[in-house]
């Protein structure tokens, strides 16, 4: 391209493109070319030239180098673009996006401009390319990223639409039944003879059938009990019948009715038998009306109105007639306790008749009665001192445990009166009696408080104690201090032993100050805590421990908390351990150890060593060196000795070497000197230094021969 167009507005120029491929802008102001300016839209490239922005891609500048990529939310795509398009509803545009990619089911795009597509919100289902996802229908419900819409189950029902929960608008309501996608708590009804109570029906084979007894609507939760004067002699009725003339039924919820009794009539749907008139009674059953043959009624009793049988005189009256309606009160100094009886009975001890006395009136508090025949109050007698006259008192009555009867009170009660004899004084807080008949209390003791009336100390509770007397209630026990125990009526608190403590943390005070066994795998060796220690590496802790219990010689612990001695591992070959070991321990160079679960390592023998460490057995003593006992290494035969032979067990059991031989440090043979060489000697290391001599020698000698 040999030259770039720019106008005063870039969107009138075009580009006009040769068969080539090269393009260039065309305008109609060829006057205002200007060489080497590139527009926006299009980005430079080499030899000047420039090219369209591919879609996905633009540039708003002049003389760019190159095109940036669409924001995420925006697309382009056509070429040569100086803006890019906000992504549409239902599609997400990331980064350089050429086209606007659907959301895919599950998701939407609520928005212009998104680069990523939203999750699908509960109680909506959404399609490909959904902009928000539809709302769920009534009836069914849409769990987040829902792609279609979810029948409610049988049992509940949805009522509103945007459901996003199996569990729907909720179960469906007693007395009636809710198939699948149901839309209201009462979607269908259980039919007429049939109940059920429960939510969340799901079929009609759910509803129960209405007992005998009761009636049952359609829709109905509960099965109605009869009302009294009707029944329901079968089960599924939808209602209850009323009872025939000559029956009624006075309960609710029964089956049949009951045959009018003697003495009465009974009409439709009767709730009661109607009674004969004052003075008799009668046999009959089953009547309708009051047309009934009534008898006198007999001695000892009195007939009222309706009666089916004559009714005995009651406590307190009698009748020695026939055919009365009533009977007669009993005079004073008399009374009768019971039924159907011609004449009273004289007035008993510790009470006073007065007339129509059904039982004698006992004498007031603080009075007693020890003769018969008393017709009124001011016969019985005054209280004694130390004793309570309760109400009706046939004689004195000792004060019980808890309570007293001081002197001075009967001085005082020929001007108080006698009702404040009627009954014993507690003793106050803080004392006890625990014997009767008595007129004072004793203090209350340690480890227990005494509130009013008390007849024996209450104990402080557990987790308190009371070290002083006569505590009056159980607020004063003092707390247990923590790390202390104190059971139930403690006069002090006692520290946690060792291998126990005290669990401060426990929901009841009670709990708080009980000495429990520390647990297995945990210890505690001082007094008074609160917790226990976890056992320490090297041993175990049994239920209650004071101390860790060490691992055994030969084996170890490298765990916190052991329970037991299953805890304490075996110590492997190569291996040792101490007792109470967190770790076993490598046999040193020079010792070894075959055997599992042991204390120690033993020295290689005289001929033999070791030079690594968890060694099982020992090396032997190679030719040319020699081992003494426990040896981490094998020591060399020096220079003019060597063996053969292994398992040497010191450095004189190396052989000297013979004249004519040699041998360095570490030989396992004598070599023989070489030519030139000699070794007049034995145990000679080399023969270079006999080399020497010789040498000298023959200088000496040809010296000589010069002279």
């Known amino acids: 391209m040999e030259a770039i167009v720019q106008t005063d507005s870039t969107s009138t120029a075009t580009y006009v493109c040769e068969s080539t491929g090269s393009c260039q802008l065309s305008t109609s102001k060829a006057a205002d070319v200007q060489i080497g300016v590139f527009l926006a839209g299009s980005s430079a490239v080499a030899h000047g030239e420039c090219r369209l922005c591919s879609p996905g891609t633009f540039t708003n500048q002049t003389n760019q180098t190159e095109c940036g990529d669409c924001t995420g939310g925006s697309y382009q795509d056509e070429a040569g673009q100086t803006a890019c398009t906000p992504c549409t509803l239902g599609h997400a545009c990331p980064e350089g996006s050429p086209t606007p990619v659907e959301c895919a089911a599950v998701y939407y795009g609520y928005q212009l401009e998104l680069s990523e597509c939203k999750p699908c919100e509960g109680g909506r289902y959404c399609a490909p390319g959904s902009f928000k996802g539809l709302i769920c229908a009534r009836g069914n419900y849409c769990p987040p990223l829902s792609s279609n819409m979810t029948q409610c189950p049988a049992g509940q029902y949805g009522t509103d639409t945007g459901l996003n929960s199996s569990l729907c608008s909720g179960p469906c309501a007693p007395g009636h039944y809710c198939p699948v996608e149901s839309m209201s708590p009462q979607m269908q009804t259980c039919p007429a003879g049939s109940y059920n109570g429960s939510h969340g029906l799901k079929s009609v084979a759910e509803c129960a059938e209405c007992p005998a007894g009761t009636g049952c609507p359609s829709g109905s939760a509960d099965a109605i009990k009869c009302a009294p004067g009707t029944v329901a002699p079968n089960a599924s009725m939808a209602a209850c019948v009323k009872c025939v003339a000559g029956k009624y039924q006075a309960d609710p919820g029964q089956e049949t009715c009951t045959d009018c009794p003697p003495g009465s009539y009974c009409a439709e749907g009767a709730t009661a038998p109607s009674r004969c008139r004052a003075g008799y009674y009668s046999k009959k059953i089953g009547e309708s009306d009051n047309t009934t043959a009534c008898q006198l009624c007999k001695r000892g009793s009195a007939c009222p109105s309706g009666a089916e049988k004559p009714t005995q005189c009651q406590p307190g009256t009698v009748q020695n007639s ?13 009374f009768q306790s019971g039924r159907g009886k011609f004449e009273c009975e004289i007035c008993t001890l510790g009470g006073y008749c007065t007339k129509g006395s059904s039982a004698p009136s006992p004498c007031l508090a603080g009075k007693f009665g020890n003769m018969t025949g008393l017709a009124r109050l001011h016969d019985c007698f005054n209280c004694e001192p130390g004793n309570s006259c309760p109400l009706g008192a046939v004689a004195p009555v000792p004060c019980t445990p808890g309570s007293i009867a ?129 056992c320490e590496t090297g041993g175990y802790c049994t239920l209650g421990a004071a101390a860790v219990r060490p691992c055994g010689k030969g084996s170890y612990n490298d765990r916190m908390g052991q329970k037991n001695q299953l805890g304490c591992l075996l110590t492997d070959p190569g291996f040792y351990a101490k007792t109470g070991s967190s770790n076993q321990t490598a046999c040193s160079p020079g010792t070894v150890q075959p055997n599992a679960s042991t204390d120690s390592c033993v020295k290689c023998v005289a001929g033999t060593f070791q030079d690594e460490q968890n060694g099982t057995t020992c090396k032997p003593c190679l030719p040319g060196y020699h081992c003494k006992d426990g040896a981490s290494v094998a020591l060399p035969c020096e220079e003019g000795t060597y063996t053969a032979a292994t398992n040497l067990t010191s450095a004189d059991e190396c052989t000297n070497t013979t004249a004519g031989h040699y041998a360095v440090t570490g030989s396992s043979m004598q070599t023989q000197c070489s030519p030139g060489t000699v070794n007049p000697t034995r145990a000679w290391a080399r023969a270079s230094s006999v080399k020497l001599a010789s040498s000298k020698t023959r200088t000496e000698r040809l010296g000589a021969m010069r002279a």
């Open 406 to 534: 001081p002197v001075e009170r009967y001085d005082a009660a020929g001007t108080t009166g006698y009702a404040n004899l009627a009954k014993c004084e507690q003793c106050v807080p803080g004392k006890f009696q625990n014997e009767e008949g008595k007129k004072v209390c004793n203090s209350c003791k340690q480890g227990g408080y005494c509130e009013a009336g008390a007849a024996v100390p209450a104990l402080c509770p557990a987790g308190f104690y009371g070290e002083l007397e006569e505590r009056v209630n159980v607020t004063q026990c003092k707390a247990c201090d923590s790390g202390m125990k104190c059971p139930v009526g403690s006069a002090g608190q006692t520290r946690c032993a060792a291998g126990t403590y005290a669990n401060a943390s426990a929901a009841l005070v009670a709990d708080r100050h009980v000495c429990i066994k520390c647990a297995a795998g945990t210890y505690q060796n001082d007094l008074q805590k609160t917790e226990c220690k976890p």
């Open 322 to 334: 026939t055919g009365q309606k009533e009977c007669d009160k009993c005079e004073s100094g008399k």
